[in-house]
T-cell receptor, first 114, second 112 residues
Framework: AQSVTQLGSHVSVSEGALVLLRCNYSSSVPPYLFWYVQYPNQGLQLLLK??????LVKGINGFEAEFKKSETSFHLTKPSAHMSDAAEYFCADRGEAAGNKLTFGGGTRVLVKP | DTEVTQTPKHLVMGMTNKKSLKCEQH?????MYWYKQKAKKPPELMFV???????INESVPSRFSPECPNSSLLNLHLHALQPEDSALYLCASSQEGNQPQHFGDGTRLSIL
């Protein structure tokens, strides 16, 4: 069965430091990958999506992600963390699933230290 | 501001009550979804509607009853819920195919 794995349920970074969130997928068909962010008491907001047009994808709020087929990875990065980046981040794959289903990773909570 | 609107934002109900959650989108999306999200967990898919027809039911208990009156509206009717049903209920919509889903801010449901 298809799965999405996010390494690290919690990540703590200092303000201004690099943010790196890891995501690995397992689907055997070309994946359609998404990163979402969830702020407290809100729904999920789309950060960026990979749909095979380019391996380096730029998203909102200064985030970007690189698709590496050889590593089955789609890691999310931001060069300089802001306090406002503190949130829960989810990686998801549309890949093999039928009927518009998304497979979510377990999520990574980002804490930004001043 | 989200383009998927959910009401109410908060709901407290007893185990014998009947209530409904509502979701509305005006983006012309033809697929709509209900998710349940427990604290510190990813969303769990409950139902998918495609072109106003139920296409996926993830073995959800019958005390949850979805309804799609038209292409813009999605309801979730609740009856005889259990305390473990307390969660954040998220609605989402998307175009068909491999397009991203757009989420509402959810309804925080508490069962007494």
């Amino acid at each position: 069965a298809q799965s999405v794995t996010q390494l690290g349920s919690h990540v703590s970074v200092s303000e201004g430091a690099l943010v790196l969130l890891r995501c690995n997928y397992s689907s055997s068909v070309p994946p359609y990958l998404f990163w979402y962010v969830q702020y407290p008491n809100q729904g999920l907001q789309l950060l960026l999506k990979y749909t095979s047009a380019a391996t380096l994808v730029k998203g909102i709020n200064g985030f970007e992600a690189e698709f590496k087929k050889s590593e089955t990875s789609f890691h999310l990065t931001k060069p300089s963390a802001h306090m406002s980046d503190a949130a829960e981040y989810f990686c998801a794959d549309r890949g093999e699933a039928a009927g518009n289903k998304l497979t979510f990773g377990g999520g990574t909570r980002v804490l930004v230290k001043p | 501001d989200t383009e998927v609107t959910q009401t109410p934002k908060h709901l407290v109900m007893g185990m014998t009550n009947k209530k409904s959650l509502k979701c509305e989108q005006h983006m012309g999306h033809r697929a709509m979804y209900w998710y349940k999200q427990k604290a510190k967990k990813p969303p769990e898919l409950m139902f998918v509607y495609s072109y106003e027809k139920l296409s996926i039911n993830e073995s959800v208990p019958s005390r949850f009853s979805p309804e799609c009156p038209n292409s813009s509206l999605l309801n979730l009717h609740l009856h005889a819920l259990q305390p473990e049903d307390s969660a954040l209920y998220l609605c989402a919509s998307s175009q068909e195919g491999n397009q991203p889903q757009h989420f509402g801010d959810g309804t925080r449901l508490s069962i007494l």
